[in-house]
C-alpha cells in the first residue's frame, strides 16, 4: 500500500502539459475521440491535441456555451468529444449546456475544466474557481473526477473516457508535485484510495492538494499521530463505504480540497457522515470566499490550505473525538 | 379528467424526398397540417397544460418535414444516415408529437396522454423517453449550436444526411442562438439548415413590443448565413425553400418562415394570450370549428 | 411561539400572486426600486409591477444573461433592481453574470426565481430546479432566501430589499398553504424560525414544504413523538447556532427541502453538524435525479416529499439517535 | 524579483470635453499612448504575467478617453454625474491601470505593484479594491448589456452622462454581447457608445482563423446600431469619433476600431503569440526602444 506514494515526491511537472500528453496518447485509444478548445487551447494545452490530430480538434472561438452543445451534438452523433475551457467557465456561463444536454440528456461529453480552483492565480478571482465542484456536483448524473498528479492526470483520464456518462474533469493551471509510482496507481472512478494507513483520524482529499496532505500526515507521524490519507479523486459518485469506514475506525475527518469550504468535497463527506456515521469533521478550503492575484502557492497558503492549516485542521478533529 | 381519446386525424400520405411538389400532395399536407392543429387543441385541453400558439404557427413546416423532406425510418429511430431534426423551440412540442406519432414512431393512441404522469410525451421532449427524439428542448437557444455538431459528425463521417433546426422568433433573442450561428458559418456547414417559425409573437407580446427583431435577414447575412424568406403557411413555398436549402454550398442556410402565431383559430391568432393558456370549453369549441374549416378547405 | 402557525391553515393562495402583489407594495416602500423581467413577466407575475409602475418595468427579452448584467448596471447606479426568471436560469444560464457581478462585483441585486423546485410540474424537468439551491449556495457574499406561504413571501421580500447585498430569493409557482399568522410571523434573514417546539428530534425546512412538516409534526405528536419544526428560510447564511442548539436538545435532525439531497438545505445542515456537533441527519428531497412531467402534488409525492416520506425519515432518525 | 520603479511616463495634459483637436493636443496624446505603452511593458516585465498585446491596441483609444473626452473628476470617483467606463476586455487591464494612474486616480507608483499580492491591481480589474472601477471585468461578453443598464439608469434619472463600453473584436463571439445589444437598441439607449478594438487577433489565433468577425459593420446595423468605423491608432479620427458618437440620436453607437494588436512592438504585432505572453530580457529591451521611438515621433 505504502507503494503507491513516492517515498521522495517527483520534480514538479507542468499539470497541464501532463494533460495535452495524455489527449495525446489518448487520441490513438479513442479513434472516435474529439476534442474542443474556446480560443484558450493554449492555455488548457488542448493545442497539443490540435497538433498531432488537426482533423479531430475544433477551435468554436470565444463562446462556451457553443463549445458545450457543438460537443453534445457530437456526442449525439457517436463521436466521444473532451471540451476544454477553463474551470469557471463550465461552472458558469457554459452551465445551463452542462445541466440540459449532459446532466440531463445525457450527452456523453467530458468536461475538462482547466485552471481549477486557484491556479490561474495571477488572473485573479474572476478566473478562479472556489464554487465549481459544489455546482457540478449538485448534478443528476454527471460525475465529478480531480486527479491530483502527473501519473494520476493520465490515467484518470483514460477511466474518464471509459466512464458511460458525461464527467467534469477538473484540472491545475501549475507545476505540481509526482506523488505516484506509475506502476501501482490504479484509480477506479468512485473509488477512494487509501494512500497511507493510520488509525487516529482521516484526511480525505483530492487535487494537488493531495502532495500537501501527504506531507502533513507525515510530519504529524513524527508528532506520533497517525493519520489515514484518502484520495478521494471521485466526488461524485462519492465512495461512501470507504468514508463510512473511515469514520468507524478512526474516528474524525478532514478534507483538505482546493475549493471553498461549502458543497465540494467537505459536503459530501459531510453529507454521508451524517447520513451513515456522525463523526467530527473539519473542513480545509477556502472560508467562502474570493481570493485574489499572486504567486500560487502563496494563495493557496493564505487563503486556508498550508500544510499548517492541514496539521492544526487534524489536531482540531483529534481534539473534538474525545 | 382527460376526455376520451377521440382519433380524427387522417394523417398524410408519406411522400419521399424528391417526390415532385404536385397540387395533390400539396394539399394533403396542407390538410393534414390543419388536422394536427385538431390533434394539438385536443392534447391540451385534456389536461389544461401546453403551447398552443407555437404550436399552430409551426404546423406546415413540420408536416413538410416529416411527410416529405426527411429521410427517416420510423422502425429504426437511430438509423445512422437519418436526417435530424433539432425542434429547439420546445415548448411547441405538442406539435412535434403529433407528427412523430402519425410518421410512425409510436402510437397516436399514445398522444392524449401528453404532460400526463408516466407519459412519455413529457411538457418538453426528453430523449431517453421517447424515440426519435434527438435531443431534450425547453431552455431556448440551443439549437443552432447543437446542429452544428450534428452536421460537423456527420462530415467527419462523410455521411451526407442533413440537420434542420426549428427555431422560435422570440429565441433569437438568446445570446447562444448567435455563437451557434459563428460557429457553423465559420465551419460552412452546409448540411445545417435552420428554420426560424417567424410569427411575430414570443411570450409576453409581439417580438416588435419585447424584442425587435428587424432587419431580420439582415443579421442572418451579416453572421454568413445563405437567407431564405418565404411564408410558412404556404406548404409549397415551405416544400421548395426545403429543396431550396439543399442546393446551397459552403454555408448554411435558415429559412425565415413568416407566419401567425395561433394560426388557424381567429381569436388566437397574433395575442401572446395563446403562447400558453389553456382553452375553456367555449374556446375549445369555437377553435375545433375553424380548425375542421381549415382542413375542410383542403378536402377534395 | 404556537401562535406563529396557524391552527387551521388557509385556503390555498397562489404563489405568485402574492409574489406580484408583494411587488406592488414594496415598489411604493422602496421609490429607487426597479423589476425587470426576461418574457417570463406573465410566468412569474412581475406583469403585476409593470401594471402600476411602467416606467420602472423592462423587459430584456428571451436574454437572460442581459438581463442579469442590464440589473448590474442599475444597480451600480443606485437602482435597487429585482431580477425575474425562473429559477433554473438564474441557477444555470446565468449564473456566470451571477457569480462575476452580484457575488464578486457585489451588485446589489436581487433575484427572484420563479417556478423554483418541482413547481414547474407540467413543463418538465429541464424546467424545474433541483439544485438551484446547491449552486448558490456555494457563491461568496449571496444570500440565499426560500419564502413559503404568502405572508413568508411578503414579509421576506421586504428583508431582501433591504438586505445590504445580493439575494437569491427562491419562489413557488403554484397554490399554496398559508400557514402564518400575519402577525406574529416576523423573519429575520439569517435566523431561523422555531414554529412548534420539540425534543425528540428536529425538522428544519424551508419553502412550501413548511406546511407538510407541520401536518407531519402534528401527526406524529398523535403518536407521543414529538417533533421541533425549524422554518430555515435563508439557507445562506445559515443560522449555524439555531441548528447546534436543536442537534444538542433533540439529538436528531431531519431536513426536508424541494430540492436535491445534495448541496442544499440539507448540504447546509450536514456542514454545521459535521463541524459542530455531529449527531443523526436523514435529508428529505429528490434523491439526486430528475423529475417528470405530471401534477405539482403528486411529483412532490412521488420524488420524495410525501408526508409519509417526512414522517418515516423522522422515525429512521430517532431511530439512529439509539 | 520586481525592477525598481522607474516612472518615465509624462503624461499629457487633460483636455476637456469639447477642447478643439489641436495638432499639439493631438500629439501630445499620441506621445503619451506610446509612453503608456512602455509602462505597460515594464509592468508585465516586473512579475512576467499580464497581457500586452490587448494593452498595446488600446492605448490611443483609452488615452483619448482619460485625458480629453470622458468627463471625471478623480476626487471624487463616485461622481454621479461622471461618464462610465466599462472596461469589458478586463484582461487588457494594465493599459487601463496607467491612464487612471496618470489622471489622478492613484499614485502611479504603484503601477509596478501590478499582478503581486496585496496589490489594488488585480490581475483583471476589481471594483472594490480600486475607486473608479465600475464593474470587475474578466470574464468577456459582459461590457453591452451592463452599459446598456448604466445607460437606461441615466435616462431614468434625467442624467445627460454617457456609457462607453470598451471591447475586444474575439470578444464579440461571446453570446451574452449580441443579446446586449439587443436591448440597447430596444430601449434607443444613444447615451451608450461601444467602442471594439478591432484588432485582428484573439487570444489563439487571428479572428480569421479563430472566428471570423467579417462582415463587422453589418452585424451591428443589422442589430439597429449606428455605426463607425476608424482607425484605432490614429488620434485624430479617436477623437472626432466620439465627438460624432455623441451627436447619434435614438440608438446607440458603435466605434469599430480598427487597429493592430501588440501595436508599436514590430515583433509583438498581429501575433497571437504576444496576447498573453511576457517578454524576454532581450525581448523587454527592443520592444522598449521601438516604444521610445515611438514616442519620440510626437516630441515636438
Ligand atoms: C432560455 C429560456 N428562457 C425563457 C423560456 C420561457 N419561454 C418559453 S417559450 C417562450 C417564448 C418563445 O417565443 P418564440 O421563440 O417566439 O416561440 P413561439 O412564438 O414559436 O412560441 C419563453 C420566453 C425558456 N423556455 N427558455
Ligand atoms: C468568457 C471568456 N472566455 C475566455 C476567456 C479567456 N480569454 C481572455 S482574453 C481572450 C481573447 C480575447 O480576444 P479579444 O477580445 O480579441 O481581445 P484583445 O485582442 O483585445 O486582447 C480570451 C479567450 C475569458 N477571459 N472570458
Ligand atoms: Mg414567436
Ligand atoms: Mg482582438
Known amino acids: 500500500m505504502g507503494t503507491i506514494v513516492r517515498e521522495t515526491f517527483g520534480e514538479p511537472f507542468s499539470a497541464r502539459k501532463a494533460y495535452g500528453q495524455a489527449l495525446v496518447e489518448m487520441g490513438e485509444h479513442f479513434p472516435n475521440m474529439v476534442v474542443l478548445s474556446a480560443d484558450v487551447s493554449n492555455s488548457d494545452h488542448s493545442f497539443m491535441f490540435e497538433a498531432v490530430y488537426p482533423e479531430r480538434f475544433f477551435n468554436v472561438g470565444i463562446a462556451e456555451q457553443a463549445l458545450v452543445d457543438v460537443a453534445v451534438g457530437m456526442a449525439h452523433s457517436g463521436k466521444l468529444p473532451v471540451a476544454n475551457t477553463f474551470a469557471f467557465l463550465f461552472a458558469t456561463r457554459a452551465l445551463e449546456q452542462v445541466r440540459t444536454h449532459c446532466a440531463y440528456g445525457e450527452a456523453n461529453v467530458k468536461l475538462a475544466g482547466a485552471y481549477g480552483g486557484l491556479s490561474d492565480s495571477f488572473d485573479g478571482p474572476t478566473h478562479q474557481s472556489e464554487s465549481d465542484l459544489a455546482i457540478l456536483r449538485s448534478l443528476p448524473n454527471l460525475a465529478v473526477v480531480v486527479p491530483s498528479d502527473p501519473v494520476s492526470i493520465r490515467k484518470l483520464l483514460k477511466k474518464t473516457l471509459e466512464w458511460p456518462g458525461p464527467v467534469y474533469f477538473r484540472l491545475c493551471r501549475n507545476e505540481v508535485i509526482p506523488v505516484f509510482h506509475e506502476n501501482n496507481y490504479d484509480p477506479e472512478i468512485g473509488k477512494g484510495i487509501v494512500l497511507m494507513d493510520g488509525k487516529d483520524a482521516t484526511i480525505v482529499c483530492c487535487g494537488v492538494l493531495v502532495a500537501r496532505c501527504i506531507e502533513a500526515a507525515r510530519q504529524l507521524a513524527r508528532d506520533g499521530i497517525f493519520v489515514r490519507v484518502v484520495e478521494m479523486h471521485t466526488l461524485k459518485p462519492v465512495d461512501e463505504e470507504l468514508t463510512v469506514r473511515c469514520a468507524r475506525e478512526t474516528g474524525a475527518l478532514v478534507t483538505v480540497e482546493e475549493h471553498t469550504v461549502i458543497g465540494g468535497l467537505g459536503g459530501a463527506v459531510a453529507e454521508v457522515l451524517a447520513a451513515r456515521h456522525p463523526v467530527p469533521l473539519e473542513r480545509v478550503g477556502v472560508a467562502d470566499r474570493f481570493a485574489e492575484t499572486g504567486p500560487y502557492d502563496a494563495l493557496l497558503d493564505r487563503y486556508g490550505m498550508s500544510r499548517a492549516d492541514i496539521t492544526s485542521a487534524v489536531r482540531r478533529a483529534l481534539e473534538r473525538k474525545k | ?300
Chains 1, 3 share one sequence.
Request: glycine share 10%.
Open chain 2, 1 to 300: 379528467m382527460a376526455t376520451t381519446s377521440n382519433i380524427t386525424v387522417r394523417p398524410p400520405r408519406v411522400y419521399p424526398r424528391g417526390t415532385c411538389h404536385s397540387p395533390e400532395m400539396i394539399a394533403d399536407l396542407s390538410r393534414a397540417a390543419w388536422e394536427f392543429r385538431i390533434q394539438v387543441l385536443r392534447m391540451i385541453y385534456n389536461y389544461k397544460t401546453g403551447h398552443l400558439g407555437g404550436a399552430f404557427s409551426i404546423a406546415e413546416v413540420l408536416t413538410a418535414l416529416f411527410f416529405h423532406h426527411l429521410r427517416l425510418d420510423p422502425e429504426r429511430p437511430d438509423w445512422p444516415e437519418r436526417d435530424r431534426l433539432i425542434f429547439s423551440k420546445g415548448h411547441a412540442c405538442a406539435m412535434l408529437y403529433p407528427c412523430r406519432a402519425y410518421r410512425g414512431f409510436f402510437p397516436p393512441e399514445e398522444l392524449m396522454t401528453f404532460r400526463a404522469l408516466d407519459s412519455r410525451l413529457q411538457g418538453h421532449p426528453e430523449r431517453q423517453k421517447l424515440p426519435g427524439i434527438e435531443v431534450p428542448a425547453g431552455p431556448l437557444g440551443h439549437g443552432v449550436a447543437i446542429g452544428a455538431g450534428m452536421a460537423h459528425a456527420a462530415r467527419m463521417d462523410g455521411r451526407r444526411h442533413r440537420v434542420y433546426v426549428v427555431l422560435g422568433d422570440g429565441e433569437l433573442n438568446s445570446g447562444p442562438i448567435w455563437e451557434g450561428a459563428l460557429v457553423a458559418a465559420k465551419y460552412q456547414l452546409d448540411q445545417l439548415v435552420a428554420i426560424v417559425d417567424y410569427n411575430g409573437v414570443q411570450q409576453t407580446g409581439t417580438t416588435t413590443h419585447v424584442m425587435p427583431t428587424e432587419p431580420i435577414t439582415d443579421k442572418w447575412r451579416a453572421f454568413n448565413w445563405h437567407v431564405l424568406d418565404i411564408h410558412e403557411h404556404n406548404m409549397a413555398e415551405v416544400l421548395d425553400a426545403l429543396d431550396q436549402a439543399d442546393e446551397v454550398h459552403g454555408r448554411p442556410t435558415v429559412i425565415i418562415g413568416r407566419g401567425t402565431k395561433g394560426k388557424g383559430v381567429s381569436f388566437m391568432e397574433g395575442d401572446s394570450y395563446w403562447h400558453g393558456a389553456p382553452p375553456t370549453p367555449e374556446q375549445f369549441a369555437a377553435a375545433l370549428q375553424e380548425l375542421r374549416k381549415g382542413a375542410e378547405q383542403w378536402e377534395r
